[in-house]
């Protein structure tokens, strides 16, 4: 920062010259044909990644008509839903549909403005502030091409360009950086938890473990649907208990609807045979099998065991995949005594406490890394305009 400071005291002290982006750059007046392109270098706002990110390999590619040219150096931005923040600088030539408009610098302002510069401008919260400003659409925005040409841009020196190009791209791989060391952790974490599950959970040819089937100790039943017209009367603010199922609120099981220790077992979807433990009260939708044992067994250690033995093995196999109840009642399960089920649970649980509090802090570690380099990166690219 001191460096840009000294640069911006000695080259411009008395602010920088402010141009309209039309009058620096002009979408591409170019164009390729379709059959020109492929999967590296057709850029549709698909394949624009979220948040800045750049771009990925395009999983449709055109093969008939005319196609926006772009080059190296243009500046590509996904012209639906501005608030998605998609934009990349370009690495090389290709071919983008007409919902990314590429911007290229005006020939007469090359020697004053790298592409480098004006698109971190371009992919600063201010730029797409103001383009979801003038967007058009309720449900689709779409950018205004018109107005985003009438986006003030600052023209400082090359010299001051390049020291924060240079600065900003230090923070980004910082930030990647830190990002994959963080994941790497959590990975690492992973594997040991499922490690030590594995060997706790493990109870083949014990003395004192009793083989029986889930429906011997506990209790299971599925969730009931509620008619949509019926929601209202049944669940509103003061029933502000966790719903449990698929799609919102759809339903509950009012005789589980009270104190107690309770499992819930997703039965159909995507959730199919995942297991989760059930808050004090809740609802439970007709996508749910609500798990109360029938006898003294620690519900802590039944949600481990339950989910080490991969229970979406026994769903039906179709599209749609579901769980009977009968089917789950079943499937045997070994019963450790007591007291070595409560070891187990304390021991897993902090495990599970380990990799979930991870989880928690990996995005918010990520978010203070990026809110710093937002507010390093607004810092500067902010400049007084010259009189």
Same mark, same amino acid.
């Given at each position: 920062?001191?460096?840009?400071?000294?640069?911006?005291?000695e080259l411009?002290?008395?602010? /920088?010259?402010?141009?309209?982006?039309?009058?620096?750059?002009?979408?591409?007046?170019?164009?390729?044909?379709?059959?020109?392109v492929? !999967?590296?270098?057709?850029? #549709?706002?698909?394949?624009?990644l979220?948040?800045q990110?750049?771009?990925?390999?395009?999983?449709? /590619?055109?093969?008939?008509?005319?196609?926006?040219?772009?080059?190296?150096?243009?500046?590509?931005?996904g012209?639906?839903r501005? &608030?998605?923040?998609?934009?990349?600088?370009a690495?090389?030539?290709?071919?983008?549909? #007409?919902?990314?408009? !590429?911007?290229?610098?005006?020939?007469?302002y090359?020697?004053?403005?790298t592409?480098?510069?004006?698109?971190?401008? @371009?992919?600063?919260?201010?730029?797409?502030?103001?383009?979801?400003?003038? %967007?058009?659409g309720?449900?689709?925005?779409? #950018?205004?091409?018109t107005?985003?040409?009438?986006?003030? /841009?600052?023209?400082?020196?090359?010299?001051?360009?390049?020291?924060?190009?240079?600065?900003?791209d230090?923070?980004t791989?910082? *930030?990647?950086e830190?990002?994959?060391?963080?994941? %790497?952790?959590?990975?690492?974490?992973?594997?040991?938890?499922?490690?030590?599950?594995?060997?706790?959970?493990?109870?083949?040819?014990?003395?004192?473990?009793?083989?029986?089937?889930?429906? *011997?100790?506990?209790?299971?039943?599925?969730?009931?649907?509620?008619?949509?017209?019926?929601?209202?009367?049944?669940?509103?603010?003061?029933?502000?208990?966790?719903?449990f199922? #698929?799609?919102?609120?759809?339903?509950?099981v009012e005789?589980?609807?009270? *104190?107690?220790? &309770?499992?819930?077992?997703?039965?159909?979807?995507?959730?199919?045979?995942?297991?989760?433990?059930a808050?004090?009260k809740?609802? %439970?939708?007709?996508?749910?099998?609500?798990?109360?044992?029938?006898?003294?067994?620690?519900?802590?250690?039944?949600?481990?065991? @339950?989910?080490?033995?991969?229970?979406?093995?026994? !769903?039906?196999?179709? %599209?749609?995949?579901?769980?009977?109840?009968?089917?789950?009642?079943?499937v045997?399960?070994?019963?450790?005594?007591?007291?070595?089920?409560?070891r187990?649970? /304390?021991?897993?649980?902090?495990?599970?406490a380990?990799?979930n509090?991870?989880?928690s802090?990996?995005?918010?570690?990520?978010?203070?890394?990026?809110q710093?380099?937002? &507010?390093?990166r607004?810092?500067? @690219?902010?400049?007084?305009?010259?009189?």
């Open positions: 920062m001191s460096r840009i400071n000294d640069l911006i005291a411009c002290p008395d602010g /920088v010259e402010f141009r309209q982006l039309g009058q620096v750059a002009a979408y591409s007046d170019t164009r390729i044909a379709a059959t020109s492929d !999967a590296e270098t057709f850029i #549709g706002v698909d394949n624009l979220p948040n990110a750049g771009r990925t390999t395009s999983a449709y /590619v055109p093969t008939t008509g005319n196609l926006a040219e772009y080059r190296q150096g243009d500046i590509l931005i012209n639906i501005p &608030y998605l923040k998609k934009i990349w600088l690495t090389n030539e290709g071919g983008c549909s #007409g919902d990314v408009l !590429a911007v290229r610098i005006a020939d007469t090359r020697s004053m403005l592409p480098e510069f004006l698109y971190r401008i @371009l992919s600063s919260d201010a730029f797409f502030a103001f383009n979801m400003k003038h %967007a058009k309720a449900k689709m925005p779409r #950018g205004s091409k107005m985003i040409m009438k986006y003030y /841009v600052p023209i400082p020196p090359l010299e001051i360009q390049r020291e924060i190009v240079k600065v900003l230090t923070f791989q910082l *930030e990647a830190l990002e994959a060391e963080l994941e %790497a952790e959590l990975e690492a974490r992973r594997r040991q938890y499922h490690y030590y599950r594995e060997s706790l959970l493990s109870f083949e040819g014990g003395d004192d473990v009793r083989w029986t089937t889930l429906g *011997e100790v506990f209790n299971m039943q599925a969730g009931q649907s509620i008619p949509a017209h019926n929601i209202a009367n049944k669940v509103d603010d003061r029933f502000p208990f966790p719903c199922g #698929g799609n919102g609120v759809r339903g509950f005789m589980f609807s009270h *104190e107690g220790s &309770y499992l819930i077992i997703g039965r159909q979807g995507a959730l199919c045979g995942n297991v989760q433990r808050s004090r809740f609802y %439970a939708t007709e996508h749910a099998v609500v798990v109360e044992p029938k006898e003294n067994i620690n519900i802590d250690w039944a949600f481990h065991m @339950l989910t080490l033995m991969d229970l979406n093995q026994y !769903a039906t196999k179709s %599209a749609q995949p579901g769980l009977a109840v009968g089917r789950l009642e079943e045997r399960i070994a019963i450790p005594p007591l007291k070595d089920q409560d187990i649970a /304390v021991i897993l649980d902090k495990f599970d380990l990799v509090d991870l989880t802090g990996l995005p918010a570690e990520i978010k203070a890394r990026r710093q380099y937002e &507010y390093y607004d810092r500067l @690219l902010t400049f007084k305009e010259a009189a």
